[in-house]
């Protein structure tokens, strides 16, 4: 028994040497790589840098499009249903459309699942609405606002209200689905 302990103990420690130096190697290659980095010329890292403005701009465009695109059919969604008082199939599939929008729009800007503590925070400010056609106004009103918001900030700056104004539009969006 002691001769296999004695084996184990002899392989661990060899296996300990000869992965040592591979762990020192590691360590070496790192810097090496960084200083690749810091030197490359200077028109790639302009270019690198040129690229990314690039992107966060259209990242923002995008940004901009879908919050317009949520207002539009806020806007045609309460203009059916102060006409007809009713939901129809095609209503249900915008009102989906909407929700997806809404919830793109608020993980780009960085905010995630609609919190419960935010109705105790200041039930004055979003007061829910006691009938669907006030959930129509409101879902009009506050993807208004989510995009008077989104204008106000830039591509730098990540708007705290926005990401309240959506998650009260998702809100405001589950109660028209649980009231139809």
Request: hydrophobic content about 40%; proline content about 4%.
């Amino acid at each position: 028994m002691s001769a296999r302990l004695f084996k184990f103990l002899f392989f661990c420690a060899a296996a300990f040497i000869f992965l040592l130096p591979v762990a020192g190697l590691a360590q070496i290659v790192d810097p090496l790589s960084r200083r690749v980095e810091e030197d490359e010329p200077k028109n790639i890292k302009e270019s690198r840098a040129r690229l990314k403005i690039e992107q966060e701009k259209k990242e923002y465009e995008v940004l901009l499009a879908r919050s317009e695109e949520a207002v539009a059919i806020s806007n045609e969604l309460e203009k059916t249903f102060a006409a007809s008082e009713t939901i129809s199939a095609e209503d249900a599939k915008k009102l989906e459309k909407l929700e997806k929008l809404v919830k793109k729009i608020r993980s780009e800007l960085g905010g995630s699942d609609d919190d419960p503590d935010d109705d105790r925070e200041n039930p004055v400010a979003n007061p829910k609405p006691r009938s669907l056609n006030a959930a129509f106004k409101s879902l009009q009103a506050n993807a208004a606002s989510l995009l008077k918001e989104i204008r106000k900030s830039t591509r730098y700056s990540i708007s705290v209200t926005a990401i309240r104004t959506s998650n009260v539009l998702l809100k405001v969006l589950k109660f028209i689905k649980i009231g139809n």
